[in-house]
């Protein structure tokens, strides 16, 4: 796999040139999605995911901010696809029977 550097010690380009943390096979962009869906600190962030040093994670922020409109853009084409995904699936067989069982609303 051949990886190019970036500006942000901890953040490489990977050959489809999608940012990751430099070491991990995490992308910046999942540990920017968990960061929002859950509000997370950096301490946080290394709690739940101790194998990144503080020092990936800061650099991985740092990245995100200074490609934000590119970043959030690629989010927003995520969120997108699993919409569009979970509306060709219809419903989940499994959520019927637990709704039928009054296990769920």
Same mark, same amino acid.
């Given at each position: 796999? $051949?990886? $190019? ?15 990751? &943390?430099? #070491? $991990? $096979? ?12 859950? #509000? ?34 690629? &989010? ?13 699936? #219809? ?10 069982? #009054?296990?769920?609303?």
């Amino acid at each position: 796999m $051949t990886f $190019t550097t970036t500006e942000h010690k901890y953040v490489q380009l990977n050959e489809r040139g999608i940012p990751i &943390i430099a #070491g $991990t $096979t995490m992308k910046v962009v999942e540990l920017i999605e968990a960061q929002m869906a859950y #509000g997370w600190s950096p301490e946080e962030i290394h709690f739940q995911h101790p194998y990144l040093s503080m020092s990936q994670i800061h650099s991985a922020l740092a990245y995100y901010w200074d490609h934000k409109l590119e970043i959030d853009a690629d &989010i927003e084409r995520r969120f997108e696809y699993a919409e569009r995904m979970r509306k060709e699936a #219809g419903p989940s067989p499994l959520a019927a029977r637990l709704r039928a069982q #009054g296990l769920i609303k």
